[in-house]
């Protein structure tokens, strides 16, 4: 039996914060960068539907980014820091994936190749769902999930709505 990896935290925020990391994912001056693969990097498949708009917060291994929307975006990951247990920030980077008819399934991933907690902030109403082994939870405006980042996982871009926005994280486990 599978034991169950994801944990699920609704309301994450206040509704007045959430409502403006909202405003300034959704703005038409957020800065997102085109990637020819969302789930992996530096890979360049023949697949149309792979790509997806990022944006880094915070970068591994070199700490926080260019981004100017970086101290904004701080109390939200010390509040995710507080929930996993974390000291230490691996990486932050804003996504997002666009409708696709058929609800395209990315490329089951890890995001390293060592211990980490893995959280995902989803920022809008959306459907794309995150699947982790037998799991799978639904895109739901100001939820939080997080789960053991060594383990594959994907997901799924909308097919009902326009994109799926969220703010991907990493943090390293205690050494306890």
Request: glycine share 6%.
């Amino acid at each position: 039996m599978v034991q169950k990896n994801m944990k699920i935290y609704d309301n994450f925020l206040s509704k007045t914060y959430h409502k403006e990391i909202l405003n300034l994912m959704t703005s038409d001056t957020f800065g997102w960068s085109y990637n020819n693969n969302i789930t992996t990097e530096n890979i360049i498949g023949d697949d149309l539907s792979e790509y997806g708009f990022s944006h880094p917060f915070w970068e591994y291994p070199t700490g926080p980014s260019r981004s100017i929307d970086w101290p904004f975006i701080m109390p939200l990951i010390y509040n995710i820091m507080d929930t996993v247990g974390s000291e230490q920030i691996l990486r932050v980077r804003g996504d997002m994936t666009m409708y696709s008819p058929t609800g395209y399934k990315h490329n089951d991933h890890t995001d390293f190749d060592f211990p980490n907690i893995a959280a995902i902030y989803y920022v809008n109403d959306s459907d794309g769902n995150t699947v982790c082994l037998d799991q799978e939870v639904e895109p739901k405006s100001n939820r939080l999930v997080t789960f053991s980042g060594e383990i594959p996982h994907t997901g799924y871009s909308p097919s009902k709505h326009k994109n799926r926005i969220l703010i991907n994280s990493n943090y390293e486990k205690n050494k306890n």
